[in-house]
């Protein structure tokens, strides 16, 4: 881990491309090394990185966040002032313009605060070092043909089923059909980054047909406020329902995991793999209240990347989803791939035959570094097969390399439905 001697001493001819790629592999692998070392409050480490690379003070995540910002959040002093020794930027702004002074103060870290202060740190707005007063483009540039007039949406009997930073999602209708609209808040309707996430978000959803995903319908890209309407699903969502009805039978759970795994199959699918990042049961809706039909929804964390090759590694590290689904090598900063999907799959069954969240008893972010630690939730619940048990070992796997992908998961999960016996003899056993 920690650098050696430089590849390029060695005067071979025709090595430049190695020795290019052996230094960035170095540059990311110390960029991930400083992130987690000041997430595990080890300032000894940290400053060890900074005396061999100063520049690693300026390390940035995918979501665009410093050593600083993540210090901040846990409200690490000792790492914070080894950070500013080495001129951190106390005004960096993250992908959601958030500084670290906005994290501490949602941590309500106040010694941590104080300290940022102290060095000139801004909270949350316009004022940071990164900000850059560019025009932002109109969220797509031509009107498509699912671009919706505003008129047309009737929000007389809305009722609000969602919120977020960001803005909020609303039943509505649109010419006469029930719709889900995700509405920006005007407050955030000029916000680049925001903008930004809203054109993401859209063109990821134009490219989406699949009965196990939530099916896009158009957007109001050109007025404010800007919208994005999805199919409205009348059974809610999976969180829900598994909060009133708790553990559910080896085949119910079985035939919801099929409807997950055959929509995360498709989102990927190479070469252009979508990597949800943040699947969970909030983020699984039931079709309509008799619950037999499932699709993944929310795409606002996803990522569409471009594979060339099978088995390439995304440079991307960041805590980015929900603690409590979120696999290791996302919380530890570590670079991953679309396995991380797989983990929070594992996660969701669970929970589906368990009746509870994995590892409930802990707060989510101690949930996550629980399992970051090498430790997973215990099978309990009396419908758990010896096969299950084995998928979802394999799924939840601290080597994502191990895990397997949703193609062998719909096999697996295939041929254990066919040896199952049947709710009716479940329900003898169970009583």
Same mark, same amino acid.
């Given at each position: 881990?920690?650098?050696?001697?430089?590849? #390029?001493? @060695?005067?071979?001819?025709?090595?430049?491309?190695?020795?290019?790629?052996?230094?960035?592999?170095?540059?990311?692998?110390?960029?991930? !090394?400083?992130?987690?070392?000041?997430?595990?409050?080890? =300032?000894?480490?940290?400053?060890?990185?900074?005396?061999?690379?100063?520049?690693?003070?300026?390390?940035?995540?995918?979501?665009?966040?410093?050593?600083?910002?993540?210090?901040? !959040?846990?409200?690490?002093?000792?790492?914070? +002032?080894?950070?500013?020794?080495?001129?951190?930027?106390?005004?960096?702004?993250?992908?959601?313009?958030?500084?670290? !002074?906005?994290?501490?103060?949602?941590?309500?870290?106040?010694?941590?605060?104080?300290?940022?202060?102290?060095?000139?740190?801004?909270?949350?707005?316009? +004022?940071?070092?990164?900000?850059?007063?560019? $025009?932002?483009?109109?969220?797509?540039? +031509?009107?498509? /043909?699912?671009?919706?007039?505003?008129?047309?949406?009737?929000? %007389?009997? @809305?009722?609000?089923?969602?919120?977020?930073?960001?803005?909020?999602?609303?039943?509505?209708?649109?010419?006469? *059909? $029930?719709?889900?609209?995700?509405?920006? !808040?005007?407050?955030?309707?000029?916000?680049?980054?925001?903008?930004?996430?809203?054109?993401?978000?859209?063109?990821?959803?134009?490219?989406?047909?699949?009965?196990?995903?939530?099916?896009?319908?158009?957007?109001? *890209?050109?007025?404010?406020?800007?919208?994005?309407?999805?199919?409205?699903?009348?059974?809610?969502?999976?969180?829900?329902?598994?909060?009133?009805?708790?553990?559910?039978?080896? @085949?119910?759970?079985?035939?919801?995991?099929?409807?997950?795994?055959?929509?995360? =199959?498709?989102?990927?699918?190479?070469?252009?793999?979508?990597?949800?990042?943040?699947?969970?049961?909030?983020?699984?809706?039931?079709?309509?209240?008799?619950?037999?039909?499932?699709?993944? #929804?929310?795409?606002?964390?996803?990522?569409?990347?471009?594979?060339? +090759?099978?088995? /390439?590694?995304?440079?991307?590290?960041?805590? *980015?989803?929900?603690?409590?689904?979120?696999?290791?090598?996302?919380?530890?900063?570590?670079?991953?791939?679309?396995?991380?999907?797989?983990?929070?799959?594992?996660?969701?069954?669970?929970?589906?035959?368990?009746?509870?969240?994995?590892?409930?008893?802990?707060?989510?972010?101690?949930?996550?570094?629980?399992? =970051?630690?090498?430790?997973?939730?215990?099978?309990?619940?009396?419908?758990?097969?010896?096969?299950?048990?084995?998928? %979802?070992?394999?799924?939840?796997?601290?080597?994502?390399?191990?895990? $397997?992908?949703?193609?062998?998961?719909?096999?697996?999960?295939?041929?254990?439905?066919?040896?199952?016996? %049947?709710?009716?003899?479940?329900?003898?056993?169970?009583?």
């Amino acid at each position: 881990m920690s650098s050696g001697s430089s590849p #390029g001493d @060695s005067g071979c001819s025709g090595s430049s491309t190695a020795v290019d790629k052996s230094k960035e592999k170095a540059r990311v692998s110390r960029t991930s !090394l400083i992130l987690w070392h000041a997430h595990q409050k080890d =300032a000894a480490s940290v400053r060890k990185l900074l005396e061999e690379d100063p520049s690693l003070v300026h390390a940035r995540d995918y979501d665009n966040r410093t050593p600083l910002h993540v210090a901040s !959040l846990h409200g690490w002093i000792d790492v914070a +002032n080894c950070l500013i020794d080495y001129g951190a930027d106390v005004n960096a702004q993250d992908r959601w313009r958030n500084t670290p !002074l906005a994290d501490a103060e949602g941590a309500k870290k106040h010694s941590m605060i104080e300290l940022l202060k102290s060095y000139g740190g801004l909270s949350y707005g316009q +004022n940071g070092s990164h900000f850059e007063p560019k $025009p932002v483009p109109p969220p797509l540039p +031509n009107k498509c /043909d699912w671009e919706i007039d505003p008129s047309e949406l009737d929000f %007389t009997n @809305s009722n609000i089923i969602g919120k977020g930073s960001f803005g909020e999602i609303l039943k509505a209708h649109w010419r006469g *059909t $029930p719709v889900a609209v995700k509405r920006i !808040l005007p407050s955030l309707s000029d916000d680049r980054l925001v903008i930004q996430d809203f054109r993401h978000e859209v063109n990821l959803l134009v490219k989406l047909r699949h009965p196990n995903i939530v099916q896009f319908l158009g957007a109001v *890209t050109q007025r404010k406020p800007l919208m994005l309407i999805t199919e409205y699903l009348r059974g809610g969502d999976l969180h829900q329902y598994l909060k009133e009805k708790g553990a559910l039978s080896p @085949s119910t759970a079985i035939n919801f995991a099929l409807d997950i795994a055959r929509g995360m =199959a498709y989102l990927h699918n190479e070469p252009n793999v979508i990597i949800h990042r943040d699947l969970k049961p909030r983020n699984v809706l039931l079709v309509n209240s008799s619950a037999d039909h499932l699709k993944v #929804g929310d795409f606002g964390l996803s990522k569409l990347i471009k594979v060339q +090759n099978t088995h /390439d590694v995304y440079k991307m590290t960041g805590e *980015t989803g929900s603690y409590r689904y979120m696999a290791p090598e996302v919380f530890k900063h570590r670079r991953y791939d679309k396995k991380v999907d797989v983990f929070s799959f594992a996660m969701i069954l669970y929970e589906m035959l368990e009746g509870e969240p994995p590892l409930a008893h802990h707060e989510p972010y101690e949930a996550a570094k629980y399992v =970051a630690e090498g430790q997973r939730p215990m099978f309990r619940a009396k419908g758990w097969t010896i096969e299950l048990k084995e998928l %979802t070992d394999k799924c939840w796997s601290a080597d994502m390399n191990e895990r $397997p992908s949703f193609l062998d998961i719909l096999k697996k999960l295939e041929k254990i439905k066919d040896s199952l016996p %049947t709710d009716h003899h479940w329900n003898i056993f169970n009583t």
